[in-house]
């Protein structure tokens, strides 16, 4: 892990010590540096858990990435940076699907002095910010979130209301690998995901979070959303390039599915 380039990735200048507020600095900068973005696998492009090709996309390529490439990348600069980190196996939307996608979310554990904290940039638009390890309604940026405990086992992130996802769960026990590479696996290669059926991409924003889902260009704020639709593939280039630094024309090339995608989904609206 080259600590120094990751830190110049997220605009961070001097080393943050491994304490609450360090985590925090580098957890907000990451997000709104690095986008959330699930283009490769759209471009069929293989995607993995493993720390080599990921550093390399994020860091050298300057690209984003989806749960497994985020919080990754997260954990492993934490660990260079003195932090004591576990990586968790999350199951987003488990309230609905039940246990069957263990393992479709990376989350990371940090233990402060302060206590115990998760540490997620790979939710999209989840928190800006590390949260603590306890029951509770939490605001972060303007958007308010809980975190309930379930049973022993798991706790529950309720997203904010304007969230794409409802929820995930987690367990404080380290994640099993073979499992988080398997839905990694999955996730880009079976028809019902929905990292193969749409394109998307998010970043935080200082108002709060820009959103791309398909056609659809949304900014959320505390407030409420705003959307508009892309009308053509050289805006998708264009605006993957200016909201989110994503340079890559062959992404054009989806356009055809982008649009049938979103003629299924909302008709002609």
């Keep these: 892990m080259d600590i120094d380039r990751y830190l110049r990735r997220i605009g961070i200048d001097v080393r943050p010590r491994p304490d609450l507020e360090g985590l925090r600095a580098l957890h907000r900068a990451h997000l709104r540096a690095i986008p959330y973005e699930n283009l490769d696998v759209q471009l069929g492009r293989p995607v993995t858990i493993e720390r080599k090709p990921t550093l390399e996309k994020i860091l050298e390529r300057g690209r984003g990435g989806w749960c497994y490439e985020m919080n990754g990348t997260l954990g492993w600069a934490l660990e260079a940076l003195g932090f004591n980190v576990t990586r968790l196996a999350g199951a ?122 398909g056609r659809v260009v949304r900014k959320v704020t505390p407030a409420g959303c705003t959307d508009r639709i892309l009308d053509n593939a050289d805006e998708l280039v264009r605006f993957l390039d200016e909201a989110f630094a994503i340079r890559e024309p062959e992404a054009a090339s989806l356009w055809p599915r982008i649009c049938a995608r979103h003629e299924t989904m909302f008709g002609g609206n």
């Design 92 to 213: 987003v939307m488990r309230e609905a699907f039940g246990d069957q996608f263990a393992g479709n979310h990376l989350v990371l554990l940090v233990e402060l002095p302060e206590g115990l904290y998760f540490a997620d940039v790979g939710f999209g638009d989840g928190p800006l910010e590390p949260f603590r390890v306890a029951e509770g309604t939490f605001s972060c940026n303007g958007f308010d979130f809980n975190l309930g405990r379930l049973d022993e086992t798991w706790w529950r992130l309720h997203n904010h209301p304007y969230g794409g996802a409802k929820s995930f769960d987690v367990t404080l026990a380290p994640a099993d690998e073979a499992q988080l590479a398997g839905m990694c696996h999955r996730l880009q290669t079976e028809d019902w995901s929905p990292f193969v059926q749409n394109l998307v991409a998010q970043r935080h924003t200082p108002e709060g979070l820009v959103v791309l889902r």
